[in-house]
T-cell receptor, first 113, second 110 residues
Framework: EPEVTQTPSHQVTQMGQEVILRCVPISNHLYFYWYRQILGQKVEFLVSFYNNEISEKSEIFDDQFSVERPDGSNFTLKIRSTKLEDSAMYFC???????????FGPGTRLTVT | RKEVEQDPGPFNVPEGATVAFNCTYSNSASQSFFWYRQDCRKEPKLLMSVYSSGNEDGRFTAQLNRASQYISLLIRDSKLSDSATYLCVVMPTGGFKTIFGAGTRLFVKA
């Protein structure tokens, strides 16, 4: 069964550093998403991506964040100058253009110290 | 009013019980609706989409009431493995900003 994969599973970084979180969406999906879940809180939408551009972003997704599809398989989330409050689980998801059912990767736990 | 609202629970039920979760959403322009389950510190996993006509998948039944902006999930014959947090998810018409509810926690006990 096709699945979304994410690397790394856990990333520890120091405040002010840049991190890149990687995702490989399901191969025939066209829509890609990033979400954040702070421990004990709900899943929050960050950004959606279609046809090599951002289709929608939330107020959380400010200039500190960027997304890219550098090749035909990877989808990345870059967080510049990380802050303590960026510590969270980051989930990537992908969906098709018919059902829009989103399938999630296992997440990257980001810890900013 | 929250965009997507769920009873946080927890619901504590014995094995074999029937349990129902409710969810309300505030944006009448919402188009797509889903139920996900999330186990502790894991990713959300799609349970089912929710259609206006209602849909059933084994022990799970989902209903949508657009007039009342209300979604429900019914779990029959609960199993220990159903213990999880159930997330109500809403997507707007013509958009992708997917809104998750905070979830309803279910504990199924032997």
């Amino acid at each position: 069964e096709p699945e979304v994969t994410q690397t790394p599973s856990h990333q520890v970084t120091q405040m002010g550093q840049e991190v890149i979180l990687r995702c490989v969406p399901i191969s025939n999906h066209l829509y890609f998403y990033w979400y954040r879940q702070i421990l004990g809180q709900k899943v929050e939408f960050l950004v959606s991506f279609y046809n090599n551009e951002i289709s929608e972003k939330s107020e959380i997704f400010d200039d500190q964040f960027s997304v890219e599809r550098p090749d035909g398989s990877n989808f990345t989330l870059k967080i510049r100058s990380t802050k303590l409050e960026d510590s969270a689980m980051y989930f990537c998801a992908s969906s098709d253009s018919i059902t829009y059912e989103q399938y999630f990767g296992p997440g990257t736990r980001l810890t900013v110290t | 009013r929250k965009e997507v609202e769920q009873d946080p629970g927890p619901f504590n039920v014995p094995e074999g019980a029937t349990v129902a979760f409710n969810c309300t959403y505030s944006n009448s322009a919402s188009q797509s609706f889903f139920w996900y389950r999330q186990d502790c510190r894991k990713e959300p996993k799609l349970l089912m989409s929710v259609y206006s006509s209602g849909n059933e998948d084994g022990r799970f039944t989902a209903q949508l009431n657009r007039a009342s902006q209300y979604i429900s999930l019914l779990i029959r014959d609960s199993k220990l493995s159903d213990s999880a947090t159930y997330l109500c998810v809403v997507m707007p018409t013509g958009g992708f900003k997917t809104i998750f509810g905070a979830g309803t926690r279910l504990f199924v006990k032997a």
